[in-house]
């Protein structure tokens, strides 16, 4: 499994939870199910940007996306 994933997964079940929100009511909000949402949180599925930043906006939060370098490859 990939970590990146799993990662991402953790932050989104960390906010819906602190939105007291389940995942079926967040699956409706976005318009998936609740499987997806399970799969999601699970680090097994692969969300596109465009269903994070849905998932945000229906948690009431946003989404942001840093890019940062490896120390080592900053000259």
Same mark, same amino acid.
């Given at each position: @499994?990939?970590?990146?994933?799993?990662?991402?997964?953790?932050?989104?079940?960390?906010? !819906? $939870?602190?939105?007291?929100?389940?995942?079926?009511?967040? *699956?409706?909000?976005?318009?998936?199910? &609740?499987?997806?949402?399970? !799969?999601?949180? *699970? =680090? $097994?599925?692969? &969300?596109?940007? @465009?269903?994070?930043? =849905?998932? *945000?906006?229906? @948690?009431?939060? !946003?989404?942001?996306?840093?890019?940062?370098? &490896?120390?080592?490859?900053?000259?």
């Amino acid at each position: @499994m990939n970590y990146k994933l799993k990662q991402i997964g953790r932050l989104v079940k960390e906010q !819906r $939870k602190a939105v007291k929100i389940t995942q079926k009511e967040l *699956a409706s909000r976005i318009g998936t199910t &609740p499987g997806y949402i399970s !799969r999601l949180e *699970a =680090g $097994k599925c692969n &969300p596109t940007v @465009m269903t994070l930043s =849905g998932i *945000a906006v229906k @948690m009431g939060c !946003r989404l942001k996306i840093n890019f940062q370098m &490896p120390v080592d490859l900053i000259k």
